[in-house]
């Protein structure tokens, strides 16, 4: 029998492909941003695709084009091939795993490895991160995908795409897929907080901007040393920071006149986002809200649907 091994993006596609004689094919997609909703494929991937060509380089119809035939090649091996997931333990990771077991028939040939750390590496982040002879050395340790895990990516997935987040929020039992947890967790603090209505990422990148502004490469940089489990890209952090600059009370000024990039830009806080970030105004009574998380949509004006309380570690409405 045949063997696909899908992986979490280019870095690690590649290094696998130094050893592995199998195919190795990628799937990315940034679920925790953008609509996420319980819809048809070809609605997914035209939802998908129009958020991603926001941010991303390549236009709408190659990024759709891109996400139909991904799903298309992963469809047909969990039908027809043994496939074996190659994912690590941040939220980025997570919700594509559970994304690809819940879309697979609980009689697939389906094997997987995901990890959070690796002997040796003091700092793990992800599967790019190690070279061909490591990971070569996770392959004996592949397991069959159980039961229980499909059950628990099927509950997850189908919770993550639910329009109200108390489906997730009570999910139960995640113990089958041990990093899920907190990746959920990690996802309820990107909603506006009931502290100042900024998302965690948001309200790390303005602390860090107080003291002096900051080229957005080198935030971006600062702002994944502050997260025990780094799922955010360059190109997502970058929107961030341009919905912070384009708000109708701007919280950020970028400069992008400044570098030939958005990486050199320099990024310096305005009075109204020193005023949110220690706490005498709002972010979303400033500027309202319009967002995805997953298929909630957080749309109002000036009051936000749902917040996380993160004294309390759950969601408010």
Known sequence: MSTLHITNGDSAAGTLREFLDDPVAVTCDLLFEGPAPDVDLDTWHHLRAAYLSRIAPDGYETIRRSLTEGDRRIDEALAAERVVLWFEHDLYDQLLLVRTIARADPSADLWMICIGAFPGVERFIGLGQLS?????????????????????????????????????????????????????????????????????????ALRLLKSAPIAAGRLFVATQQLEERPFLGDLGFYDILRSLAAARAPLVRIDEASAPDMAGAIVEITSAGRDVVEGRADAVALNGIDQWRGGVHLSAERRSPWRWDPQAQTLVS
Request: charged share 20%; proline share 7%.
């Open 132 to 204: 061909a002879g490591q990971l070569a050395s996770l392959y004996p340790m592949r397991a069959r995908v159980t039961a229980g895990q499909f059950k628990t990516a099927s509950d997850v997935w189908r919770a993550f795409r639910a329009g109200d987040p108390r489906s997730l929020l009570s999910i139960g039992d995640t113990d089958p897929l041990p990093f899920v947890a907190a990746a959920i967790r990690r996802l309820f603090e990107e909603y506006p907080s009931t502290v100042n209505g900024l998302s965690r990422s948001a309200d790390t």
